[in-house]
């Protein structure tokens, strides 16, 4: 019983906890392209950069408050400049789209070429982010490591394993649940949210019953900067905030985002946590959770070497474009 136990414990310790941190934050990520492909009608290719500018403004307001001897007690002090990291990011979405997007939108220019603007605006908000913070990984969490250790855990249950949940990973589960929770509301129950609703489902008869769409537009770039941002900074305080590496991620954000239905929020939720949980699935070597359980493996038991994370999301992505191009929640066909 000790064995399937300690096996449970390895297994949670490196597949389940960090897929479910990964898969939040891809969720979150997921659901700022979904809105704005399903009100504004493109794929925004700048999302991933959006993400880096908004933890780089995050990360640098962060040290300035570390500089000034401020800190949050044992949460990481970047909470403090989270919202002053939104506010970055919602002006600068807000800036791109007026002298940017909102040229195509009054031509009434097909969605590749909005697409096209959003390339050149995400190569434009990479070099703004290199040149401003440079290229090399930063870390910027500080406060309490661990909610749980190693030691705590075994103390506990007298293991031979022991269970570490990271601060990092806490927080975001939780912030993820909160955020989730408000957007769902704000969509279901406020008058803007219903506003962008019916501008989603149906744009002219939306325009008919009276909504402006400048405020529709206007208000979707905010949640999809503020969500961007958020993403942003939980993923680096989770691991290290590295330019490139947001311009990875634009892959998995964009396969989640399809996989539970392109223009549905509950799909991009559903998405990331499956593409999430793909990833750190298939590169986690198992060979100490099968010696728990009575194995003897040679090998490491590696499905996939971790060089192949992302490959694994533009997998999924074509296997479901080419099986189900809806999704799983039947969103818009691409």
């Known amino acids: 019983m000790d064995g399937f136990l300690n096996a449970l414990v390895v297994f949670a310790n490196f597949v389940f906890l960090p897929g479910l941190a990964y898969g939040a934050q891809l969720a979150l990520g997921a659901l700022g392209v979904t809105l704005v492909y399903g009100i504004l009608r493109f794929s925004n290719f700048a999302h991933g950069d959006l993400m880096a500018f908004g933890t780089m403004i995050t990360i640098l307001v962060t040290w300035w408050l570390m500089g000034m001897g401020i800190n949050f007690g044992p949460l990481p002090t970047a909470l403090l400049a989270l919202p002053i990291g939104i506010f970055g990011a919602v002006a600068m979405a807000l800036f791109i789209d007026r002298f940017v997007f909102r040229f195509y939108r009054k031509q009434r220019s097909d969605g590749i070429v909005f697409v096209m603007a959003s390339v050149g605006v995400m190569f434009v908000l990479n070099g703004i982010v290199r040149l401003i913070i440079g290229p090399n990984e930063q870390r910027f969490a500080d406060g309490e490591r661990f909610l749980i250790t190693v030691k705590e855990f075994r103390d506990l249950t007298g293991l031979a394993e022991g269970l570490a949940v990271r601060l990092p990973v806490a927080i975001t589960i939780v912030v993820a649940i909160m955020v989730v929770a408000a957007l769902f509301w704000f969509l279901q129950r406020s008058k803007t949210g ?141």
């Not at 223009?263 to 499956?274: C, E, S, T």
């Not at 590169?283 to 003897?296: I, N």
């Not at 192949?308 to 479901?320: E, P, R, W």
């Open 194 to 334: 219903k506003a962008m609703r019916a501008y989603s489902d149906n744009e002219d008869l939306a325009l008919l019953s009276g909504i402006n769409p400048d405020r529709v537009v206007m208000v979707t770039w905010i949640i999809a900067a503020s969500l961007a941002t958020i993403a942003g900074v939980l993923y680096g305080l989770d691991k290290s905030f590295r330019p490139f590496t947001y311009f990875q991620l634009l892959l998995p954000i964009f396969a989640s985002a399809i996989v539970g239905g392109i223009g549905q929020p509950l799909g991009a939720i559903a998405g990331g946590f499956v593409v999430a949980f793909s990833e750190v699935t298939l590169t986690y070597a198992y060979k100490r959770v099968l010696e728990y359980l009575g194995f003897a493996p040679d090998g490491l038991v590696q499905l996939l070497s971790t060089e192949y994370k992302f490959a694994i999301s533009f997998v999924i992505l074509v296997l479901v474009l080419l099986i189900r191009p809806t999704g799983i929640f039947k969103g818009r066909v691409l």
